[in-house]
């Protein structure tokens, strides 16, 4: 990193780009969010010095290589404690926790849980390709059920994990998805992730062209994305289809895709999105297992239910690290300041002859 912390010169999106030439496949859903995410980072004035990328092992983790701010590789799975402690240590510090869906959920599961709880102010990133890309086409904790992979050339037997469903029981202050081939959808997400005080959870859907392309397409493709991408609007009705022509109702506790056209029902009947309501949020998770029994698994069905992006869940909660200082200065106003030697000694003392 080489900005000088006096220049007041407005940076833009490519004066976050170090000088490292970046080591994606051709094709790579990665080479966009890269670029959206310098993109917001200009956009919100953000100062070189003041940012950091904290990433753990996978395709996704070279990520802090190609931005000309502070950063670190770090292990497999531990980002969050990295990223945590880097939060407590500087507080003045925008944290960015750059991470995959092999790396966050597998070994890394337990890492990724404890921070939803903690709620440090942080923003993660987990880069969903359903694969493991790095090692060369293993299946990984989201990829589908029967999956055939380099690792299970029969199918895989693994129920997949759902990644919002996991953040949010968590107790995740913010949860969020968006797509990497919708860069104005990006860019909104990372603008409001950065606004969050708190952890920010933003799972992003990426394609491995190499080991795994088109795993969402259905929801990236022009012909099908209306049909089958719900796009979330606080306080808006949830209604999508090319003509915004279909919509979803709660009958009682279960959701129900409805035809607007059909004159049944009109937006006036339809779900309206509530950011800050769990209850609501826990079921649009499960928009991912279509749980009705009613619909189809396959986003092709005629009654399936729409994959949800956008802020599923925000709500304002203690950060743990402002807990922490105040705390630390609450005991130095009660007790004084802290002597090492007296702490290393104890309370505790003998007399020997």
Not at 60 to 74: A, E, I, K, L, V
Not at 293 to 310: D, K, S, W
Request: a negative charge; hydrophobic letters at 35%.
């Amino acid at each position: 990193m080489s900005i000088a912390t006096t220049d007041t010169t407005p940076l833009r999106a490519k004066d976050f780009a170090s000088d490292q030439d970046v080591r994606w496949c051709p094709g790579c859903g990665d080479y966009s969010i890269l670029k959206q995410v310098q993109t917001t980072l200009a956009k919100l004035g953000k100062k070189k010095h003041e940012t950091v990328f904290i990433s753990g092992i996978g395709c996704s983790s070279r990520f802090p290589y190609y931005m000309d701010t502070y950063g670190m590789h770090s292990i497999h799975g531990r980002a969050p404690a990295i990223a945590s402690g880097l939060r407590m240590a500087n507080p003045e510090l925008g944290v960015w926790l750059i991470t995959g869906d092999g790396d966050a959920l597998s070994i890394g599961g337990n890492h990724f849980i404890h921070l939803m709880r903690r709620n440090f102010d942080l923003n993660l990133l987990l880069f969903n390709n359903q694969i493991y890309g790095l090692t060369k086409g293993q299946y990984s904790p989201t990829s589908e059920e029967h999956k055939r992979s380099a690792s299970s050339p029969f199918g895989s037997l693994d129920h997949p994990v759902n990644p919002v469903a996991l953040a949010l029981g968590a107790d995740a202050s913010f949860v969020a998805r968006t797509m990497d081939r919708d860069t104005r959808h990006m860019r909104e997400m990372l603008m409001r992730s950065d606004a969050h005080r708190g952890t920010s959870f933003l799972e992003i859907y990426q394609n491995c062209n190499i080991f795994n392309d088109g795993a969402f397409f259905t929801f990236t493709d022009k012909a099908t994305k209306s049909d089958t991408a719900l796009f979330l609007e606080n306080g808006q009705p949830l209604v999508f289809g090319k003509e915004a022509d279909k919509g979803i109702r709660l009958d009682g506790c279960t959701p129900r895709r409805v035809d607007l056209k059909a004159g049944s029902f009109t937006k006036g009947d339809l779900w309206i999105h509530d950011e800050k309501d769990i209850y609501k949020a826990q079921i649009l998770a499960r928009f991912f297992d279509n749980p009705s029994e009613n619909v189809q698994r396959t986003p092709f069905g005629e009654n399936a239910l729409p994959r949800p992006f956008g802020v599923i869940y925000q709500k304002e909660r203690p950060c743990y690290e402002g807990q922490l200082f105040e705390q630390i200065n609450m005991a130095t106003e009660q007790l004084g300041e802290g002597d090492l030697d007296a702490l290393i000694a104890g309370r505790n003392s003998w007399e020997i002859d």
